[in-house]
């Protein structure tokens, strides 16, 4: 689950990490209200979306007086961006983070994400920072530092003066640059983190070390055991099919094919996307229903695979361990009959219960196509579009 920056800094300022001051805002007269209260004469406007480039697109902004920043903060709230990262249907800014302007000597990078070759997280750290890592990573390799993280959070005492001296601290800005990378470490754990990343951290001119950006993305999975993040959830950055998957609890990625995907476990998702490639067709989502799926959360699914317009074509792949066959044939009468599913349907049923799936399906007076196997499935689909 992706955040806004904003958000990332409430987290970064929990675990003493220094943070300008700043402010948000939905409306012009929040904006109004953030310059009076902050007492700005020149400040940064920065749109809150869930994806990267803002500043190439236009959505950070410079205003070099109080009349400035209002008229700013009047353009860029609705705005919508566009780019590789948002794709075509972009994402639209419905609050601005309005800070004022820090005098920047030198750039950095921090962070930390999960280094899953050797199945451990880790800190990552650069003296190259307001730059993509990516970049430097290629680019520059001699520049990227890595170190471990604890398992409880923790970096030890040794990697964090290392950390001090590849960075290029010293002194008091050495002690606060410490602490910083172990506030990044901690709070990864502790927020069940896949990214938290500060880009860039910058030493001011008068010394101090500030996170002038940040970022953070939560494991999605483990958000049951994060209420208050859970909250930083905005559904108006994601496309409308994925917020109706995400409040159904349905693991759904819209993808650009043709050919509608309903499969219970990710494996056999992926797989079956795979076989659909195979046999020359292109899926147009990734739909995982779960292990335990109600025949409410099936129709559900349904409704979301056929609101995508692209769609010509549905391939329903159930492996009955867990779920139970029967379950998957009633979402699929319940779908047909509050909604007509306007688009071949192929239905490869296989496991628990799957004889009376088949009878249910078979009785319905759906026009259904069945299917023996994966592979039959995926080219009677393909065919039948």
């Known amino acids: 689950m992706n955040t806004h920056e904003f958000q990332a800094k409430e987290v970064l300022k929990r675990y003493g990490i220094p943070v300008p001051e700043y402010g948000v805002a939905s409306t012009v007269d929040d904006a109004k209200n953030v310059v009076d209260l902050m007492k700005l004469d020149q400040a940064v406007v920065k749109i809150q979306v869930h994806a990267g480039g803002r500043g190439k697109a236009g959505g950070v902004k410079i205003a070099k007086s109080k009349e400035e920043i209002i008229s700013i903060a009047q353009e860029l709230l609705g705005m919508k961006m566009v780019n590789n990262q948002t794709g075509p249907q972009g994402v639209t800014a419905h609050q601005i983070l309005i800070t004022a302007l820090t005098d920047i000597e030198k750039e950095y990078y921090i962070g930390a994400i999960i280094d899953r070759e050797n199945a451990q ?13 990516e970049e430097v990573a290629v680019k520059m390799p001699e520049k990227i530092l890595k170190i471990p993280i604890q398992l409880n959070g923790k970096l030890r005492g040794y990697e964090l003066i290392r950390l001090a ?3 290029g601290w010293h002194g008091d800005t050495a002690k606060v640059g410490m602490k910083i990378g172990a ?13 938290l990343e500060i880009n860039p951290l910058c030493l001011t001119k008068t010394g101090e070390l500030q996170a002038v950006d940040a970022k953070l993305s939560i494991d999605e999975n483990a958000l049951f055991r994060q209420p208050n993040l859970a909250d930083y959830y905005d559904a108006s950055q994601v496309p ?5 998957a995400h409040e159904h609890e349905l693991a759904y990625i819209a993808l650009e094919g043709n050919i509608g995907c309903m499969v219970n476990g990710a494996g056999l998702a992926m797989a079956t996307m795979d076989v659909i490639h195979h046999y020359g067709g292109t899926p147009a989502n990734f739909l995982d229903v779960g292990g335990g799926a109600s025949k409410e959360k099936v129709a559900a699914g349904f409704r979301i695979i056929l609101s995508d317009k692209n769609v010509k074509g549905i391939l329903v792949n159930i492996f009955g361990g867990i779920m139970n066959c029967a ?3 009633e979402g699929v009468i319940a779908a047909a009959k509050e909604d007509e599913i306007p688009v071949p349907l192929v239905v490869r049923l296989e496991g ?3 004889e009376e799936g088949r009878r249910l399906l078979r009785e319905s007076g759906l026009k259904i196509i069945p299917a023996e196997d994966l592979s039959d499935a995926a080219q009677k689909i393909v065919k039948a579009i």
């Open 327 to 329: 379950t998957i044939a």
């Open 352 to 354: 628990t219960n799957v």
């Open 240 to 244: 409308e099919n994925e917020r109706d």
């Open 165 to 167: 001296k590849f960075m």
């Open 121 to 133: 997280p880790i800190l990552i750290a650069s003296p190259e920072g307001g730059m993509d890592i």
């Open 183 to 195: 506030g990044i470490a901690k709070a990864f754990l502790d927020t069940d983190a896949s990214l």
